[in-house]
C-alpha cells in the first residue's frame, strides 16, 4: 500500500504542514492515517449538483469508519441545461478538461492516497473518470444520481419535454399556458435529467466499466439508497486502497468494449462516445470508431428509455438498475466477465451476488425480441466526414436520407430558421463551425433538434453538424463530424441546396459532388479567424484535437 501523504505530514520539516491540518480540526491521530480525497463537483448551477456536498459528507463518513482520513474539495460543473441554446454552451466540453485538470491538480498538490469522485452532471462524469485514469490511484466513483420525472395529466416529464414544447409552441401547436405547465411540472427535485440521457448513460456506464459500486447508478438522487450507496462507496475506496487496486488494472480494453456494450443496449446518448475515447486515452487504451462499431453490431437495444422510448431512469431502477441489463448481457455472453473491478471482484462475482426483482418485459426487452436488433450508436464515414461522425438510432424509424442543404455557420443562425418555419420537410440542416475548435467546444444542439422535433419535422429532415447533441436529443441527427469545419474539413465546403445522404445501414455519410467540384471549393476556402483570442476558450481551442478522437486537450500518444 502506498502512502503518498506520508510525503507531507511527517518528519519534523513537515511540522508547519501538520499546523495548517490541525487548524482544520484534525489531530495527530487522523494524520498518521492515510488520505483519501472525496471530490465532489456541488453547485448551486443546476440540480444535478446541488445536492452533492451533502452526499460528500456521507462518503466522508464511510472513509471515516473505514479507518481513514478524508479531505473534501469541489470542482467546477456547467449545467448543460441551462447554457444550452446560447453562449454559454462552449462552455460545457471544455468544463470536462478543467475538472479533469482540477482533480489532477489538487490530488497531486496534497499528495492523497486515494480517491473518491462523485458527479452529477453531463461533463463531470467523464471529467471526474479522466482524472481517476490519469492519476492511477486508487480511485472509486458514485453518480449523484437520476432526477424524479415530473407529472402532469398522467404523463412522465422530463427536461426534454420542455424543450419539445417550444417547438410545439413556436409552430402554433401548443398555448403559452400549457407550455408553462410543462415548465413548471419537468423537474420535481434534484438529480440529473431523468431519461437515458448523458448523465446517466455515463452512470451507466461507469458501472459496465467497472469503476463504480454495483447498482451505484440508478437510484434516484432524492432516495435513501443513493446516501447508502455513497457512504459504501467511501468504505469501499478505504478497501481498494488496502488492495493496491487502480483505476488502470480496471480500465483495460475488455472493460472499454463492455461500457460499448452498455451503451448500446440502453440506447444511450452519443456524447459517451467522444467521453469513453477520452477516458481511454487517460488510461492509456487504444480506443476507436471502428471498436464501436463493432461492438455495436453484437449488441441488441432492449431499453425503452427516452428520449427515444417511453421510460426513464427511475424506471429501470425499479425493475434492476444497470445490473439487470448487466446480467442479461452477460447471461448472453455478450460481456468479458473476467475483467476486474472496483471490489476487488470480476464483473460475473458482482452480478452473481446481486438479487434482481421480477423484470418487466415493457421496460427492458428480453434480448431474444429487442426494440433494434443492432446497437444505436451508428459510426458513419463518407465524403462529408472522412474521420467518422455519429447517430443515435434509438426511437428513429428511418435509416435512410437523402436530401438538400441548407447551411447555417451559427447555431443561434439555425435556431431562428427552425423557429421562423424555414425548414421543410426534405432538408438537410447543417450547422458548422460548432467544432471542437471552432466553435470552441463543440455546442450541443438541443434546442435545435428539440424545435423540429416539436413543429413535426423529428424524421421528415435531417440534421449534420460538427457540434454536439444533447443526449436528450432525438430524431435524424447526425453529430461529431470530423474533420470539423474550422480545420477545413469537407463540411465547410457545402453550399446551400447541394443533395446529402445519410445512411446508417451502411455506414455513410456522402455529400453529392464532384471531386474536382470539392477540390475547386477547397482552394476558394479561407480560414476563419477564431471566435476567442484570450482566455479558457481560446486556450482549449488552441490544445483541442479531433472529436473522432475524444476531443482531449493532451497530446495523442
Not at 18 to 45: Q, S, W
Not at 246 to 254: N, V
Amino acid at each position: 500500500m502506498e502512502i503518498s501523504s506520508r510525503n507531507v505530514v511527517e518528519g519534523t520539516s513537515r511540522a508547519p504542514h501538520r499546523a495548517m491540518y490541525k487548524a482544520m480540526g484534525l489531530t495527530d491521530n487522523d494524520l498518521d492515517k492515510p488520505f483519501i480525497g472525496v471530490c465532489h463537483t456541488g453547485n448551486e448551477a443546476t440540480p444535478c449538483n446541488i445536492h452533492l456536498p451533502r452526499l460528500a459528507i456521507k462518503a466522508k463518513q464511510g472513509v471515516s469508519d473505514a479507518g481513514f482520513t478524508p479531505r473534501e474539495f469541489s470542482t467546477i460543473a456547467v449545467s448543460d441545461g441551462i447554457a444550452m441554446g446560447h453562449e454559454g454552451m462552449k462552455s460545457s466540453l471544455i468544463s470536462r478538461e478543467v475538472i479533469a485538470d482540477s482533480i489532477e491538480l489538487m490530488v497531486r498538490a496534497h499528495q492523497y492516497d486515494g480517491l473518491v469522485g462523485i458527479a452529477g452532471c453531463d461533463k463531470s462524469l467523464p471529467g471526474t473518470m479522466m482524472a481517476m485514469a490519469r492519476l492511477n490511484l486508487p480511485s472509486i466513483f458514485v453518480y449523484g444520481g437520476t432526477i424524479m420525472p415530473g407529472m402532469l395529466n398522467g404523463k412522465q416529464l422530463t427536461v426534454q419535454d420542455v424543450y419539445e414544447a417550444v417547438g410545439a409552441y413556436d409552430a402554433g401547436n401548443l398555448t403559452l399556458e400549457a407550455l408553462k405547465n410543462i415548465e413548471n411540472y419537468a423537474c420535481p427535485t434534484a438529480g440529473s435529467c431523468g431519461g437515458m440521457f448523458t448523465a446517466n448513460t455515463m452512470a451507466s456506464i461507469s458501472e459496465a466499466l467497472g469503476i463504480a459500486l454495483p447498482g451505484s447508478a440508478s437510484p434516484p438522487a432524492e432516495d435513501e439508497r443513493r446516501e447508502k450507496m455513497v457512504y459504501d462507496t467511501g468504505v469501499a475506496c478505504v478497501q481498494a486502497l488496502k488492495n493496491n487496486i487502480r483505476p488502470r488494472d480496471i480500465l483495460t480494453f475488455e472493460a472499454f468494449e463492455n461500457a460499448i456494450t452498455i451503451l448500446n443496449a440502453i440506447g444511450g446518448s452519443t456524447n459517451a462516445i467522444l467521453h469513453l475515447l477520452a477516458i481511454s486515452h487517460e488510461a492509456k487504451v487504444k480506443l476507436t470508431y471502428d471498436d464501436f462499431e463493432r461492438v455495436r453490431r453484437k449488441v441488441p437495444h432492449v431499453a425503452d428509455l427516452k428520449p427515444g422510448g417511453m421510460y426513464v431512469m427511475n424506471d429501470l431502477d425499479k425493475v434492476g438498475g444497470v445490473p439487470l441489463m448487466l446480467k442479461k448481457l452477460l447471461d448472453r455472453k455478450l460481456l468479458h466477465e473476467n475483467v476486474l473491478t472496483i471490489t476487488g471482484k470480476t464483473m460475473k462475482q458482482n452480478l452473481d451476488n446481486i438479487a434482481l426483482p421480477p423484470s418487466n418485459d415493457d421496460i427492458v426487452k428480453p434480448l431474444a425480441n429487442p426494440l433494434h436488433q443492432t446497437g444505436t450508436a451508428v459510426i458513419l464515414r463518407g465524403s462529408l466526414a472522412p474521420d467518422g461522425a455519429v447517430v443515435k438510432m434509438s426511437g428513429v424509424k428511418i435509416t435512410k436520407f437523402t436530401g438538400k442543404a441548407k447551411c447555417f455557420d451559427r447555431e443561434e443562425l439555425a435556431f431562428d430558421a427552425v423557429s421562423q418555419g424555414k425548414i421543410k420537410e426534405g432538408d438537410v440542416v447543417v450547422i458548422r463551425y460548432e467544432g471542437p475548435k471552432g466553435g470552441p467546444g463543440m455546442r450541443e444542439m438541443l434546442a435545435v433538434t428539440a424545435a423540429l422535433v416539436g413543429q413535426g419535422l423529428g424524421e421528415k429532415v435531417a440534421m449534420v453538424t460538427d457540434g454536439r447533441f444533447s443526449g436528450a436529443t432525438r430524431g435524424f441527427m447526425i453529430g461529431h463530424v470530423a474533420p470539423e469545419a474550422y480545420v477545413g474539413g469537407n463540411i465547410a465546403l457545402v453550399n446551400d441546396g447541394d443533395e446529402i445522404t445519410v445512411d446508417t445501414e451502411t455506414n455513410k455519410i456522402d455529400l453529392h459532388i464532384s471531386p474536382n467540384e470539392m477540390e475547386n471549393r477547397r482552394k476558394q476556402w479561407t480560414p476563419r479567424k477564431p471566435n476567442y483570442e484570450s482566455g479558457a476558450l481560446a486556450k482549449y481551442a488552441s490544445l483541442v484535437g479531433s472529436a473522432a478522437q475524444g476531443a482531449v486537450t493532451s497530446p495523442i500518444w
